[in-house]
Each structure stands twice: as C-alpha cells, then as structure tokens.
C-alpha cells in the first residue's frame, strides 16, 4: 500500500518529457499571447486619443483650445457654425465627395475589368504588361508631379472637376489586388458558363464581380478615403476657389486662421467623420479582402 501511494504520488509529481514540454509550450504560448493582446491595447490607444482630443477640442472656445484637458469644461458649439457660415466649408466638403464618389466608381470599373483580364484571358505580353503596371508602385507621387501638371495643362484639365478626376483613377494596387482575388476564384463557374454560351464579358459581368463583393467594398473604402485626403494635386491643378476640395480649406483655415485652432479642430473632426463611418461600416469586408486576396 505504501510503495502504491508512493509510485503514485512520484508519478503525479515527474510526468513524462513530453507533457513537461507540452505545459511549457501551452505556457509559453499564453505568454505571447497576452503580451501581444497589450501590445495592441497599447497601440489602440495610441491610436485613438489623438482622434478624441481632436474631437474634444473642436468643442472648446479659443482661450481654453490650448490648456491640455481632454475634455471640455464647458462645451460649445459656436466653432461649427463659424465653419459652416462663415467659411464656404459646406462646398469644399460637396467638392471632395463628388470627386472622390466619382473616381472611386470609375476605377473599380476599369481595375476590376484589366484584373479580370489579366488573371484570365490569354494574350501576348500578359505576364509583362502586367509586371509594368505592377512596377509603377516603385514610382511616388512627387516623381510624376511635375510630367503630370505639363500633360494636364496641354489638355486643358486644369481648374476643373476633369483634371482632379482623370489622373486619379488610375492606381496599379486596386488591379494588383483584383488580380490576386480572381486567380483564387474556381474555374469551373467561369467555364460552365462559357460552355453554356456566354463570353467573357457576360462572365465578367454576371459571374465574377457579384463574387468580388467583398474585394470590391475594401477597394472602394480605400480609393473614397485616399482621394478624400487628395491635397498635392488639387493643390497644383486648381487655382478655383469652387473646386477647393476638404482637405485644401482646412489648410486654408490654417493659414488664415493661424492662433484659432477651434476653428482648426471642428473643420478637421468634420472632415474626418466619413472616414471614421466608412471604416467601421467596412471593417469585416476590409479584413477579408485582406485575408483572402494573398500572393498567388
């Protein structure tokens, strides 16, 4: 009975290696994944308190904007009537919309067709035409700055809704990230159709983009708010105070207005209430596209 208890209680005491290891490993695990739960605590945060102290600000008056309080001791709402009265906030804002709706509609159009073809048809030059369009991610903005205001200005787009449409469409990361999406697709519902008729365009139509709903609303949320935050081009190809876009009569407001940063703050948290509302409206169509438009 005793050597019974003692074998027992030895064997209770030293499992084996591999359950020692195990427990480890369970630990260990635990461990990270905590500590990666308040790194992202931790960056959240970070994240999320510039945004609420812009917003608390905006409700401020001008002597108490600067005092450092995260919130207001006494809220008011005369910094947004001022902006939408006295500053001609509500075009700049009517502005930034209809360019940003317009691009982002006509891109989604045309990257998901070139996308469509170039993961499906077979053509000459294919994989090269698209590894140019791929390559002009390596080119940034201010390179082409100054070669895209010269071919604007002898077309005649400048000062005009044109000329901050056009050469925003384009953009090789939306046909990137389409492309990716539609060599995941299945073949076999592209060529059941075809074999009961239809072309491509009828498959494009029909078949592929109501299956590309959920990388179509992550793209359309990323072309709506990169072009709600356009401000070097519509600076450069607009010299019209009516296509003043947002993000230009917030900097007006800056400079006119360079100690009242009220005003600043409540054009800023107005500017930034579609971005925030697009975001959350999108965020599970946003990690999906994420999770299923990967490298093939």
Same mark, same amino acid.
């Given at each position: 009975m005793a050597n019974e208890t003692l074998t027992g209680s030895s064997g209770s005491r030293g499992d084996s290696p591999p359950a020692v290891r195990a427990r480890r490993g369970i630990g260990r695990a635990r461990s990270a994944r905590a500590g990666l739960t308040?790194?992202?605590?931790?960056?959240?945060?970070?994240?999320?308190?510039?945004?609420?102290?812009?917003?608390?600000?905006?409700?401020?008056?001008?002597?108490?904007?600067?005092?450092?309080k995260l919130f207001p001791s006494e809220f008011t709402f005369d910094n947004y009537r001022y902006v939408f009265t006295e500053v001609p906030f509500t075009r700049y804002l009517l502005n930034s919309f209809l360019i940003s709706a317009v691009i982002t509609v006509v891109a989604l159009l045309f990257h998901?067709?070139?996308?469509? +073809?170039?993961?499906?048809?077979?053509?000459?030059?294919? *994989?090269?035409?698209? +590894?140019?369009?791929?390559?002009?991610?390596?080119?940034?903005?201010?390179?082409?700055?100054?070669?895209?205001?010269?071919? +604007?200005? *002898?077309? $005649? !787009?400048?000062?005009?809704?044109?000329? !901050?449409?056009?050469? +925003?469409?384009?953009?090789?990361?939306?046909?990137?990230?389409?492309?990716?999406?539609?060599?995941?697709?299945?073949? *076999?519902? %592209? %060529?059941?159709?075809?074999?009961?008729g239809c072309g491509h365009w009828r498959v494009y139509w029909s078949i592929?983009?109501?299956?590309?709903? &959920?990388?179509?609303?992550?793209?359309?949320?990323?072309?709506?708010?990169? $072009?709600? $935050?356009?401000?070097?081009?519509?600076?450069?190809?607009? $010299?019209? &105070?009516?296509?003043?876009?947002?993000?230009?009569?917030?900097?007006?407001?800056?400079?006119q207005y360079t100690s009242n940063w009220n005003y600043i703050l409540a054009a800023a948290t107005v500017a930034a209430l579609p971005m925030l509302a697009l975001f959350f409206a999108f965020q599970r169509q946003i990690v999906e596209s994420i999770k299923t438009s990967g490298i093939k």
């Open positions: 308040l790194l992202a605590l931790v960056l959240a945060v970070a994240s999320v308190l510039p945004v609420l102290y812009m917003v608390s600000a905006s409700f401020k008056s001008r002597d108490t904007v600067t005092d450092g998901s067709m070139a996308a469509y +073809a170039l993961a499906r048809l077979r053509f000459p030059g294919r *994989e090269k035409l698209f +590894a140019l369009i791929f390559s002009t991610l390596l080119v940034t903005a201010p390179v082409v700055l100054i070669p895209l205001f010269l071919v +604007a200005r *002898e077309l $005649n !787009l400048l000062d005009s809704y044109a000329g !901050l449409i056009i050469p +925003a469409i384009f953009n090789a990361f939306g046909i990137f990230l389409l492309r990716q999406f539609y060599l995941g697709l299945p073949r *076999e519902l %592209e %060529e059941a159709a075809i074999v009961d592929v983009l109501p299956m590309s709903r &959920p990388i179509l609303s992550a793209l359309a949320v990323f072309f709506f708010l990169a $072009n709600w $935050n356009a401000f070097v081009w519509p600076l450069v190809a607009t $010299n019209d &105070p009516d296509l003043t876009v947002v993000q230009l009569g917030i900097s007006t407001l800056q400079n």
